[in-house]
């Protein structure tokens, strides 16, 4: 059954999904930036950046976990011809994902609505878990990290990139600052993400730290939505307006990011080839 917190996300991105792609793009994570390149573009090289840490090859199949509007399926599928699902909580995401997807890849993307804490999957099928910026929001992450063990093939492996608590001192702040825009009370460091992987039975491969990419990216977010704040407080529904004080928080984010109190990783996880 969906807690309170996942019926609240659910509705949060149908609503504002659109908002999103206005001030970020269709791809909510960070980027990966080499020099001041157009966020979508490195949005995108992100993607590539995971696919390798992976290994991602033509027969992977993946299940991606959040897949919000599809923009790594679609990558996924065309770079590598491997095969995907996308799961989100937002059945609107899912449907904005699914009319995304192109002619000759509807054989290779697939698309269910549902949450990580509950996978509708009874067998360890995939190669790959692609969790991208979703597992922040779970409330219940030992119940996730169970949940992506179960589904897992044997010697399967996670990429994971989310955003983090940089430091424990910090976290009221971060709370009060990021977590207030996606309504998330509780953030787990980079290591505790660690310990829960190997507390699930899940063999810790890699861990990136991604930070000043996170930090680039609330910048180039921020200079748009002050650029464009008046179109943009249009689109908002009633409901959320409260959250556009101080630009959504993403100038005092960038802060939180440049002083490593809020941090970006990328993980690395393998289920055992003999579990
Ligand atoms: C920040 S967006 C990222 C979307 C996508 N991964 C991307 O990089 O563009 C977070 C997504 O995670 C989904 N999500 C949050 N909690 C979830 C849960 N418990 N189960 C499945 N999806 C969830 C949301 O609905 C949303 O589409």
């Not at 609503?15 to 990966?32: A, I, L, M, P, R």
């Not at 949005?43 to 590539?48: A, F, G, I, K, V």
């Amino acid at each position: 059954m969906p807690n309170e917190t996942e019926n609240w996300t659910r509705e949060y991105y149908d609503d504002f999904g659109d908002v999103y792609e206005t001030v970020w793009n269709e791809q909510v994570h960070t980027g990966k930036f080499e020099n001041n390149e157009d966020l979508k573009i490195a949005t995108e090289r992100m993607n590539s950046f995971l696919a390798d840490l992976v290994e991602v090859k033509p027969e992977s199949e993946i299940l991606n976990i959040g897949s919000g509007r599809g923009g790594a399926d679609r990558f996924l599928a065309q770079k590598y011809s491997a095969r995907i699902i996308g799961l989100d909580l937002s059945q609107k995401q899912i449907n904005l994902a699914r009319q995304r997807i192109p002619e000759n890849e509807s054989h290779n993307i697939n698309y269910v609505q549902g949450s990580m804490t509950s996978l509708p999957f009874s067998k360890s099928n995939f190669d790959i878990l692609w969790i991208q910026e979703s597992f922040f929001h779970c409330t219940d992450k030992t119940q996730a990290m169970a949940e992506f063990k179960r589904v897992l093939k044997p010697g399967g492996k996670i990429i994971m990139e989310d955003t983090v608590l940089g430091s424990k001192e910090a976290e009221l702040e971060v709370v009060e600052v990021f977590g207030k825009r996606v309504n998330v009370s509780k953030l787990l460091t980079a290591e505790e993400y660690e310990t829960l992987a190997k507390q699930t039975g899940l063999v810790p491969i890699k861990k990136l730290d991604l930070t000043k990419n996170l930090e680039k990216t609330y910048q180039t977010i921020a200079e748009h939505i002050k650029k464009n704040f008046q179109e943009i407080r249009t689109k908002i529904p009633q409901k959320y307006q409260e959250k556009l004080v101080s630009y959504f928080g993403f100038p005092e984010s960038e802060r939180l990011a440049r002083e490593g109190k809020l941090a970006c990783y990328a993980f690395v996880f393998q289920k055992p080839a003999n579990s």
